[in-house]
C-alpha cells in the first residue's frame, strides 16, 4: 500500500509555510482541534512510515530520535513513544535543554519520561561530537525530528552537530515534515542538512520539498485530519489525498 505512487507532486498544492501556518491557525483557534491532536497523527504517521520501512517489525530494532525545541521534535516524541510501544529500543537524543522545548514538546518529554524511554540531553554523552557514539553504529534507523517549517538559517550549534552525526552514520534517516536544514519555503540546502532517505511531510508538501529530492529522499504525505473546508477557505483545490489511506507516497517527476 505505502508503496503505491497515488499522486505526483505536480497533481498536488505544495503550500508556502505561511500558509501553513495559517492551516494550523485555522485548525486551532477557528475548528477547535488542539495541536497535540495534529502532533500525533504526525508522530504516528512517523513511527508507520518506520516500521513499514524496516520491514514490517521494530522488534529489537535500534532508534534513535533526534528532537529539537519546537513541534518537529514534539511529533519526533510521539513517534518514539509509538516506536517504543512497538517493541523497538529507542533512544532519544535533543538538542536542547528541556526548558527551551516548546510547551507541547515538553509535554511529550514528561510522557517519555514517565514511561522510562531513555531520554539524552547532546551534552549529556561525554563522547567527542566528532564520532559517533556507539549506538549509531547499532542503530538501525535515525529519525530527524529536529527542525521543520520554522528553520531559520544555517542550524546552530548541538542541532549541527546531531545533523553531521547522522549523516556521518551512514545510518537511513527518516526525517519529520521537511529534512532538518532544508528550507521548506524555497528549498536552500543550509549547512549542514540531513540527507534523509525518506520524509514524512505533513498534510501538504511545502514548496521547498520540490527543490530538492536529493535531500528529501523517498516523499511520504500524512493526513493529520485537515479537513478539507480549512483548504477550501484559503482557495485551495486539494484532491481527496488520503481517501484510502492515511499515507501516500508521493512521486517527484521524472
Ligand atoms: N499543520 C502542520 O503542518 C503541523 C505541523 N507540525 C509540526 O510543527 C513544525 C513547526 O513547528 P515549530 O513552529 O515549533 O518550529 P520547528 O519545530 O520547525 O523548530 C523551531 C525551533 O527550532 C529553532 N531553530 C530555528 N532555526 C534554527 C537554526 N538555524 N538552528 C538552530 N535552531 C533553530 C527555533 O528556535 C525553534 O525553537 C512543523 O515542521 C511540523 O513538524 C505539527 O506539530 C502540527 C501540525
Ligand atoms: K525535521
New binding site residues.
Given amino acids: 500500500m505505502l508503496t503505491d505512487f497515488p499522486f505526483a507532486i505536480e497533481e498536488i498544492p505544495t503550500l508556502s509555510v505561511e500558509q501553513?501556518r495559517e492551516?494550523?491557525r485555522i485548525?486551532i483557534e477557528d475548528l477547535g482541534i488542539p495541536?497535540i491532536q495534529?502532533?500525533e497523527h504526525?508522530g504516528r504517521a512517523l513511527a508507520d512510515v518506520a516500521r513499514r520501512r524496516l520491514g514490517g517489525s521494530v522488534v529489537g530494532k535500534h532508534i534513535i530520535v533526534l528532537v529539537?525545541?519546537?513541534?518537529?521534535?514534539?511529533?519526533g516524541l510521539v513517534a518514539a513513544r509509538h516506536l517504543h510501544n512497538w517493541g523497538a529500543e529507542v533512544h532519544v537524543l535533543f538538542?536542547t535543554a528541556f526548558k527551551?522545548l516548546?510547551e507541547e514538546t515538553q509535554r511529550q518529554y514528561r510522557i517519555l519520561e514517565a514511561i522510562g524511554v531513555p531520554l539524552w540531553h547532546f551534552d549529556d554523552i561525554s563522547t567527542p561530537i566528532d564520532k559517533p557514539t556507539p549506538q549509531w553504529g547499532r542503530a538501525a534507523l535515525v529519525l530527524d525530528?529536529l527542525?521543520?517549517?520554522?528553520?531559520?538559517?544555517?542550524?546552530?550549534?548541538f542541532?549541527?552537530d546531531l545533523i553531521r552525526l547522522a549523516n556521518a552514520s551512514r545510518t537511513p534517516i527518516i526525517s519529520?515534515?521537511?529534512p532538518s536544514g532544508l528550507d521548506?519555503n524555497d528549498g536552500t540546502i543550509?549547512s549542514p542538512c540531513i540527507e534523509a532517505d525518506a520524509t514524512v511531510t505533513?498534510?501538504l508538501p511545502k514548496r521547498g520539498l520540490r527543490e530538492s529530492p536529493f535531500v528529501v529522499g523517498d516523499l511520504y504525505l500524512a493526513d493529520?485530519g485537515?479537513a478539507p473546508e480549512v483548504y477550501k477557505r484559503m482557495g485551495l483545490d486539494v484532491p481527496p489525498l488520503f481517501q484510502h489511506q492515511p499515507i501516500v507516497r508521493v512521486r517527484y517527476p521524472t
Fill in positions: 501553513m492551516v494550523d485548525m495541536l495534529m502532533m504526525a529539537g525545541a519546537g513541534h518537529n521534535g514534539g511529533g538538542a527551551r516548546k525530528a527542525l521543520g517549517y520554522n528553520l531559520h538559517g544555517d542550524p546552530r550549534g542541532y549541527a519529520l515534515d521537511v521548506a543550509y505533513l498534510a493529520i485537515i
